[in-house]
């Protein structure tokens, strides 16, 4: 499927700030699921450098601007043709050996409770493969955690996600990632676009699912908040620990103001583009899924 | 001098006969007049103090200006004893560097069995943001602290390796330096190897791992947490002997594929940071998002060439305690070498076989944490009390994979300025091992000594002191 996307991210400051400094993975990764047609990331005034492909395969960039700044705009705009993997990362360069993502953050911490639903979720499974694991895992996070706006934060961590029974895609990937660790599955946090249509959820924003290592297959995408593997709807920019360790905008600035942000984002059908542009990307605020930006004074 | 223990081996003494490299030494102490000695100590005190020389106690409270004390009996290797010392140090070095490059690239030692994948890659220490990464010259650690502890003449253990930012190397300077001003007549009567060039061999090995786009003369600088870290004195010193600027994080900047460096005159790009801070404190767009004390967008400047960091980010996983184990495997795997140096016998309480034995013989071991430094959170089975043995019988029973063990080495003694006169006290060694585009090593190090008697421990934290430490020349 060829895949149009328009992504734009704006902050800004009530007053303006000295400098502002951010670090972009907002580019498609490279594998056989999808190749790039043509893709901009504009950043308006800032002056764009120090890029670089790191272990787990990510462009990373960064962005800078000298003060003072009020906004700062940062438009992502491409068309990729993807086509339906079921979720197998082919063909994808990295040098992270899977292991390593077996290592918690704060966000993907194990208690007692995910543990437990991890067991539940695999009872009666012990001969089954890795992949079976998987799914069993996936579905057990989509039946736990209902999806709801604006019930959790940025900050919210996999136990708590799980204890209030609902969120967004973060939370249901850092759950998932959370029930991966439990059993030894490696498992790590994925950005990307998803072509929204009427039964799927989370793509108000840029998305977010989890890849879990699956032997013999490699790194298998999951989006726990769909129950389903990405397909062809799906753009997959990068990858980490977590939410904030994949984040495909940090920045931090120098000052202090208060920010604002805004984000749209539109992915729609390339092939029927004349008709559904003007439905796909309303603008709205912020929620917790999407960019993140942390800030910092200064003084 | 006070009868010695048979247990500990005396660096001054067999029995009652003075080893040579000490004669001069056992002359000096033996006719110095008590009130020239007192005299004397509190002089010394006093240079400390104007110099600025002291040492924060971590965690603990109290008097963060508290000096370290500072005994004046110095410490003695002859150059027969340094040359072993010198070779096995470069060579540890060297291991734990190419130990670094291999498991941030091919990963060959694991692959080849040597090491357990999971010690190396599911670690705090292991920064998936630098894999794949090569650094100038490949070198990742360029400064490597060895700790160094002596149980006989020709016995020597490696206590710990560190691969981030071992500090210290200040008062290696400082004990000399004070010596001289001090006793300026045992310089004339002992051929003693000098220590001043460090500075100097650190400045050329900074310099030597220059970024691909720096062109030019490598502009050095120092990043400092800032002046309430309790090393920010070792900081300032070491920027003023190499003549760079000591910057803390708010000082620098990233714009566009470089860092630069706020000045009166503008910005100036900063090609070689001697970083004193944590991994994590680094750059918040990398690590963790609320440091304070890094420089935002920096790791993006160093992946992509604009930068030197040394450390390396990253650096630590080769000095953790569960790595510590396999150093001699590394001499071996990536020199082809017999290790010069010996590892401690370490019991790894994740094991269960160790475990167990660890667990029935607390009060002959000393018990650290896999993580811990500086002497804290230790126990030293042989001069702990019940109460503390059952508390770390239950702290390695809650945590075993959090803890190893060694035996209580019986650690070398030199002779120590005590209130009765003389008397032995147990010594280590840390020498600093500069890697760049060569490897240097000063002939000396930093001697800590456990001024309690009986102590075992030296850390400064826990009561410990320092010495000038003197490598004898040919």
Redesign the interface.
Known sequence: MKLAVRHVTRYGFDTPVRRLVQSLRLWPSQFEGQTVLDWTVDTGSAIDGAGFRDGAGDWTQTASLRGPVEVQEITVTGTVETSDLAGVLRGHRERVPPSAYLTATRSTAGTAELRALAADALEGMDGATVLDRAHALCRAVNEAIEFVPNETEPHTTAAEALAGGQGVCQDHTHVLIALAHAVDIPARYVTGYLMSTEDSVGAEASHAWAELWVDGLGWVGFDAANACCPNDAYIRLGSGFDAGDAAPIRGVVDGAATETLDVSVGVVDGARQSQSQSGGGQEQSQSSDGASQSQRQQQ | MAQDDPTYFNEMLTGSDVRAAYENLGRWQAEMPADLRSLKQSEAEQLFRRVGITFAVYGEGGDPERLIPFDMFPRVFTSEEWRKLDRGIRQRAAALNAFLADV??R?EIIRAGVIP??LV??N?A?E??????RPPKNVWSHIVGIDLVRTGRDQFYVLEDNCRTPSGVSYMLQNREIMMRMFPQLFVENRIAPVDGYAGLLRKTLASVAPPKCEGDPNVVILTPGQFNSAYYEHSFLADLMGVELVEG?DL??????VWMKTTEGPQKVDVIYRRIDDAFLD???FR??S?LGV??L???Y????VSICSAPGAGVADDKAIYTFVPEMVRFYLGEAPILENVPTWQCAKRDDCKYVLENLSELVVKEVHGSGGYGMLVGPKADKATIELFRAKIEARPENYIAQPTLALSTVPTFVEEGVAPRHVDLRPYCLVGEKIELVPGGLTRVALKEGSLVVNSSQGGGVKDTWVLAE
Do not use: I, W
Not at chain 2, 128 to 133: F, I, L, P, S, T
Not at chain 2, 253 to 258: A, P
């Open positions: 941030y690239d990963r994948e999971h890659t599911h705090e292991f998936k943001a630098v894999v794949g990464m708010q900047f990233v714009e566009g594929d470089f918040p767009l990398c998002p609320d304070m935002p967008g790791m993006n400047v992946r992509s060439g604009g």
